[in-house]
């Protein structure tokens, strides 16, 4: 029985292919097969502590109203940086604004009452007891010449008694007008009545004004208008943290994430915790890229953090580590190392 062979077109074919499995197959019979590494690096180590606080201001100032009136407007929000003197809330002040004017007219009826002591009626006082003064003295002499006349026999002891009541009466004029006069001099009773009426009118119209400057609560100082809807009570562990230079997003009882830094180590060499073999344990090592080849390599650790851990012997910078960790490999095994980097 003849044998038959394939078409030459089949044989190229069959070629071909052999020759790609040949060159698939020959890297990894030769030079072994790849596996992924990183490079030592050196770099900073920190390890840092994230626990959730809440933002307190160092000076907190609680502003309350002083009367109970409608809120008119409030022109601040919650947050809001506002400067000293700042309007913060508006209380409808229309009684408030009547009862000043109304004590602002009390006062100046006073003060007027007061002017016109000075300017009118001590000058009628002083009018009034002079001419007294005259009638007294016109009075006296009266008497005396109608005693004198009665004495001669001219008048009758009628005309005499007629002149000593007319006497008596301007006495008695001339005492009221000296103690009016002296009422409405300085140191008088009516005059500190008047002045006492000015003094109490004023204080009233000061009452009324600061009743009306209740009417807009103001900001007492620069600061930041806060709100309390965070409830303060966080935390088992209080550690507080001095923010020298806050920014502006900041808000008093703001819960924020706060990253501590406990531990630092610089200039350290670095590989990945994925790359060490039996890391809990007091013997670590990782495989090692060395000619090709796969070593292993005894390590003493220091600090990790982040996912990376800090190599204090058993290594050099640049050296090629296998990263993951791979059991399945066998030691002077060739490898081919791939994805190179610095990165971890």
Known sequence: MALKFPPFEYKYLLVLLLMGLLAWATPRLVYGPEV???????????????????????????IGVQMTAQVAAVPVA???????GQVLMVLVSNETRAALNQALHAQAQAQIRWQQMSQLQTPVA????LQAELNL??????????????????????????????????????QTAQHQLNSVQDGGSERAAAHAAWMTAQAAAQSAQARLAYTQVTAPMAGTLIARSVDPLRGS???????????????????????????????????????????????????????????R????????SAGVVQVVSGLRQGEQVVSPANPELSEQALVRPSAVGDKL
Do not use: C
């Open 78 to 84: 919650e947050g809001d940086q506002v400067k000293a």
């Open 137 to 174: 003295a016109n009075a006296k002499r009266n008497v005396e010449r109608n005693s004198l006349l009665f004495g001669q026999g001219f008048i009758s002891e009628a005309a005499k008694e007629d002149a000593e009541r007319a006497l008596q009466l301007s006495q008695s004029q001339q």
């Open 36 to 62: 992924p590494v990183v490079l030592v690096r050196q770099a900073d180590l920190v390890r840092s502590l994230v626990a959730s606080g809440r933002v307190v201001s160092p000076h907190r100032v609680e």
């Open 297 to 304: 390599q005894s390590l003493v650790l220091g600090m990790s």
């Open 237 to 295: 562990v209080e550690v507080k943290l001095n923010v020298s230079t806050p920014p502006d997003y900041l808000r008093q009882d703001m819960t924020v994430s706060v990253d501590m830094e406990v531990e630092r180590r610089n200039n350290v060499l670095l590989i990945p915790m994925t790359a060490v073999h039996e890391l809990p344990s007091l013997h670590p090592w990782v495989h090692l890229v060395r000619d090709g080849r796969v070593v």
């Open 126 to 129: 002083q009018e009034v007891q």
